[in-house]
């Protein structure tokens, strides 16, 4: 058999396949089929171990157009090759074949192929983004108002400092006249009582010395 499956595993959306293909000079092809649904994610791992010849990969459409989703020209033997593609048709065949040049060695393929419903999780993740987007912009309109809260506060602080402080120079303002005021009486007062007593006892002296003569 130039074509013999050895193993295929599916489990959910994965498949597994190994098999070995025996070259020829003027090339083997070999090819698997499957089906995939619309707007499906397939997400491939490539691995082929031989010991010489050349060797391409291709994953094509079946229908349709008969697109290529991945080419791979020149695979070197036992190097892992990841591929990616979504199919856009409903349950269309998908075609993964393998060209095999040598003299009649033989290679083993290992295809890992694994499917992701890109429509239903993009819709989630969709509603999700729309929802956190919902509530960052009423944290954010919460925090505005907060923001806001807080200058209008600060802005009447400032405007009662500015009052108190006005308020406050004034009253210091009066004290200080009032202080300087009675300072300057009491000078004068001083003053007036000192010269009285100077005038009394002056006219005191003289009224006893004029006394004392006669």
Not at 49 to 62: M, N, R, Y
Not at 92 to 119: M, N, Q, R, W, Y
Not at 136 to 145: E, I, T
Request: aromatic fraction near 12%; include cysteine; proline fraction near 1%.
């Amino acid at each position: 058999m130039y074509f013999l499956l050895l193993l295929i595993l599916q489990i959910e959306n994965c498949l597994a396949f190994r098999y070995k293909v025996i070259g020829s000079p003027h090339g083997t092809r070999r090819c698997l089929k499957t089906v995939f649904a619309a707007d499906n994610v397939v997400l491939g791992k490539l691995k082929v171990d031989a010991s010489d010849g050349e060797i391409e990969f291709v994953v094509q459409d079946l229908e349709h157009d008969k697109s290529k989703y991945w080419q791979k020209s020149n695979i070197q033997s036992g190097k892992d090759y990841d591929f990616k593609f979504t199919n856009v048709n409903w349950y269309t065949p998908v075609e993964f074949c393998i060209l095999f040049k040598s003299s009649g060695s033989a290679a083993t393929v290992h295809l890992d192929i694994d499917t992701i419903d890109d429509a239903h999780p993009l819709t989630v993740v969709h509603e999700q983004l729309t929802s956190n987007e919902d509530q960052l912009k009423n944290v954010a309109s919460l925090m505005d108002q907060a923001i806001a809260g807080m200058e209008h506060l600060n802005n009447k602080e400032r405007a009662m400092r500015d009052i108190n402080g006005i308020f406050f120079f004034n009253i210091v303002e009066a004290t200080n006249e009032r202080v300087r005021n009675f300072r300057l009486m009491s000078m004068i007062s001083f003053l007036a009582v000192g010269a009285w007593e100077i005038w009394y006892l002056r006219n005191y002296f003289q009224s006893k010395v004029t006394c004392a003569l006669s």
